[in-house]
């Protein structure tokens, strides 16, 4: 089992940054591919961005590529994303995601941190 918490969210002005942060339980964590996903409103659940387990690689949707940064330190199972120039449409509630690389879907999710962008 892997519990993940995020923190981070919050009240940010258009143009401004946040970090966000994931941590997980359990002692595999290095052994999971990492995602941060996010659902605004009456929207469908989007993907952000993914690490895959070494760190050695990323991927980003379009819409954050450039402003976004997703990193992990397995030696503190955590996952963090880095997010600058945000913009109103950014305003989400973002998720944490975790799976074996074998496996299509997630496996374990967090509860969501809120994240606000005023214009």
């Known amino acids: 089992q892997v519990q993940l918490v995020e923190s981070g969210g919050g009240l940010v002005q258009a143009g401004g940054s946040l970090r966000l942060s994931c941590a997980a339980s359990?002692?595999?964590?290095?052994?999971?591919?990492m995602a941060w996903l996010r659902q605004a409103p009456g929207r469908e659940r989007e993907f952000v961005a993914l690490?895959?387990?070494?760190?050695?690689?990323?991927i980003y949707a379009d819409s954050v590529k450039g402003r976004f940064t997703i990193s992990r330190d397995n030696a503190k199972n955590t996952v963090y994303l880095q997010m600058n120039n945000l913009k109103p449409e950014d305003s989400a509630v973002y998720y944490c995601?975790?799976?074996?690389?074998?496996?299509?879907?997630?496996?374990?999710w967090g509860r969501g941190t809120q994240v606000t962008v005023s214009s």
């Open positions: 995601a975790a799976r074996l690389p074998a496996h299509r879907d997630y496996d374990y």
């Open positions: 690490i895959w387990s070494s760190g050695g690689s990323t």
């Open positions: 359990g002692r595999t964590f290095s052994q999971y591919t």
